[in-house]
């Protein structure tokens, strides 16, 4: 039975770092959130959202991920709403994908939020990326071309480290590349040791 090794952490920790650094061990990957976004783009979504946010949040029938977020990103409930016509998508999907690796020992499944969506439930393991705030906003200016006040908006929107933390199985502190590479490395062979032992 394949192992679901959910892999989280906040905006800007390196979830995606630690995700390669898997990929290139042999690990399965599946990223929740890139899939979410092109599942958003089907049209059985992008009717639901219209039904729900209406055309406003579309240029020309392609959906307009900046305006949705604005309206969501300030609202709980609206969010918990596109939370609950994309979840159960992203979740099919993710099954079907699940069957395809079902002979591999492990995957990683990556998700920024892993807790919040209860997404944590369905996984064997858990990792968290951590790194300081500081630094995170730093990176995700820098990758999104964007101002700090919307960074510190997205961070304020997801858990914090210490709730992630207390749920996880694993920490890895991402500051410096190389020992990330190898707590990835480490974090492995302890699972393929609970893999035999089991």
Not at 70 to 99: D, Q, R, Y
Request: glycine share 6%; net charge positive; with cysteine.
């Amino acid at each position: 039975m394949t192992k679901i090794i959910g892999l989280t952490g906040g905006i800007g920790s390196g979830k995606t770092t630690v995700a390669n650094h898997f990929l290139s061990l042999g690990v399965p990957v599946y990223i929740a959130d890139d899939q979410a976004r092109k599942i958003m783009q089907t049209e059985a979504v992008k009717n639901a959202i219209k039904n729900v946010f209406g055309v406003v949040v579309f240029d020309n029938d392609v959906l307009n991920r900046e305006k949705l977020a604005g309206i969501v990103f300030n609202n709980p409930e609206k969010l918990a709403l596109l939370n609950s016509i994309v979840h159960p998508a992203v979740k099919e999907h993710f099954e079907k994908w699940l069957t395809k690796h079902k002979d591999t020992p492990f995957i990683i499944y990556e998700a920024a939020i892993l807790f919040e969506s209860g997404g944590f439930k369905n996984c064997d393991y858990i990792i968290t990326v951590t790194a300081p705030v500081e630094l995170r906003i730093q990176r995700v200016m820098q990758r999104d071309n964007t101002t700090r006040e919307l960074v510190l908006k997205r961070v304020n929107a997801q858990w914090d480290d210490e709730q992630r933390i207390t749920k996880s199985d694993f920490v890895i502190n991402n500051i410096n590349p190389g020992i990330t590479k190898e707590e990835v490395v480490k974090i492995l062979k302890i699972l393929e040791i609970k893999q035999v032992e089991s």
